[in-house]
């Protein structure tokens, strides 16, 4: 099945910098690569995805891009502001076994700094 | 707010014991995902179904089982609880059930087994 590594596990960054979260997968195959924002109490939501036939994709001050050959992407959050403090959780397609499965990374907690 | 209900937000029971977790997809959303997050193994898929069939599974347990009703909603059944089933549940939805259809997740259940 799929692999995906993500970091860093916490990232903290001044109101106004920029943040950056990096995730690796391990099956090629994979085409569809979400990223979710969790905060505390609440499910994951869906800030942004991505398919495997686009390399960059943005979202006002939100963007992700995507190196197939290295089966690399990352997120890209601009002008931080104190609500986009939270868990942010990258994933990837798992193409074994059928359906709509996703394999998660473990997560980093984001803390925008005043 | 995802449009995912889930019920109950908290259930607190005994080893040994059964429970039921429900979900309310989204309106118009034929597929439902369940997903198990856990501090050591954070977000792993467990099952998805897509109009009432199942159409993936993951690690789910053989003490546990789910089912998609015909007006869609979801039933996941946990039974011979042990204490390392204590774990936000997390159910989604998504309009199709093909890889790539997003995923929007509801706040959970989380499940504390004493």
């Known amino acids: 099945g799929e692999n995906v590594e993500q970091h860093p596990s916490t990232l903290s960054v001044q109101e106004g910098d920029s943040a950056v979260i990096k995730c690796t997968y391990s099956?090629?195959?994979?085409?569809?690569f979400p990223w979710y924002k969790q905060e505390l109490g609440k499910g994951p939501q869906l800030i942004i995805d991505?398919?495997?036939?686009?390399g960059e994709k943005k979202d006002q001050r939100i963007a992700v891009t995507l190196n197939k050959t290295a089966k690399h992407f990352s997120l890209h959050i601009t002008e931080t502001q104190p609500e986009d403090s939270a868990v942010y959780f990258c994933?990837?397609?798992?193409?074994?076994?059928?359906?709509?499965?996703?394999?998660f990374g473990t997560g980093t907690q984001l803390k925008v700094e005043l | 707010d995802s449009g995912v209900t889930q019920t109950p937000k908290h259930l607190i029971t005994a080893t040994g014991q059964r429970v039921t977790l429900r979900c309310s997809p989204r309106?118009?959303?034929?597929?439902v995902y369940w997903y198990q997050q856990s501090l050591d193994q954070g977000l792993q898929f467990l099952i998805q179904?897509?109009?009432?069939?199942?159409?993936a599974k993951g690690n789910i347990l053989e003490r546990f089982s789910a089912q998609q009703f015909p007006d869609l909603h979801s039933e996941l059944n946990l039974s011979s609880l042990e204490l390392g089933d204590s774990a936000l549940y997390f159910c989604?939805?998504?309009?199709?059930?093909?890889?790539?259809?997003?995923?929007?997740f509801g706040n959970g259940t989380r499940l504390t087994v004493t």
């Open positions: 099956d090629s195959a994979s085409n569809y």
């Open positions: 994933a990837a397609s798992d193409l074994t076994g059928g359906g709509n499965k996703l394999t």
């Open positions: 179904y897509y109009n009432g069939e199942e159409r």
């Open positions: 309106s118009g959303d034929l597929s």
């Open positions: 989604a939805s998504s309009v199709q059930g093909a890889v790539g259809s997003p995923l929007h």
């Open positions: 991505i398919r495997s036939n686009v």
